[in-house]
């Protein structure tokens, strides 16, 4: 889970001015957590805890209001209704991770992910998107090849990920939908050649870098088995502790590295 959330706090900073290289500082003073981070420890308390997905990501939610958030997730979680509002954006997809982590077959990853999305989103670009993730997440994690992944994804999700980021980068501008993100986060971690990297090459898009990395970064840790303990342990640093007592008792009960 530290590797998502690591990819969101160093993406945090280039959200507002997008960069086009993989040169640049991983931390800096503004680097931080956001709503990535607290709807993906939302998930995973729930996960640990068999609470309803809606009920725990409102109560994260409400206890973090200035995290970020996008207009119409805001109106949600101040609603007392909580009935999903058909979105194909990408917030479904930035916090499924756990679920990949959590669950070990590819059938119960599919349902939970789908379960974790249409709280919210319901739409099938918002659930495939979340989908699309954990299931990446599971084979990373069961130690499958990246071209196996590649070949999952591309034939379960219909993304193309034949595209290289070179091809990407130059015309790949802000763009919050899930298809036209998350394949080009898995992308970044396909063409990667260790963590960091992964979480690099996704931020070197140019576009929503946060989100992007914390979906590169989650692939990328189950994939590769670890975050660097220097980037991890700064990264700690930034969390608050109730956010970390969660991490940690989720590491423990599913064993990730």
Known sequence: MIGAIAGDVIGSVYESRPIKTTEFPLLQPGSTFTD?????????DAILSGADYATALKQWGLRYRGAGYGGTFTKWLLSPNSGPYNSWGNGSAMRVSPVGFA???IGKVLSEAM???EVTHNHPE???????VAAAVLL???????????REIARRFSYDLKRTLEDIRPTYGFDVSCQGSVPESIIAFLESEDWEDAVRKAISLGGDSDTMACIAGAIAQAYYREVPARIAMEVRDRLPEEFLAVIDRFDREFRVS
């Open 140 to 150: 990373a994690r069961h130690g499958e090849s990246k071209a196996v992944i590649k």
């Open 36 to 44: 990535d981070t607290v709807l993906t420890v939302a998930v995973a």
């Open 126 to 132: 918002g659930i495939k998107g979340a989908q699309a």
């Open 115 to 117: 379960r974790t999305a």
């Open 103 to 105: 669950f070990a077959t």
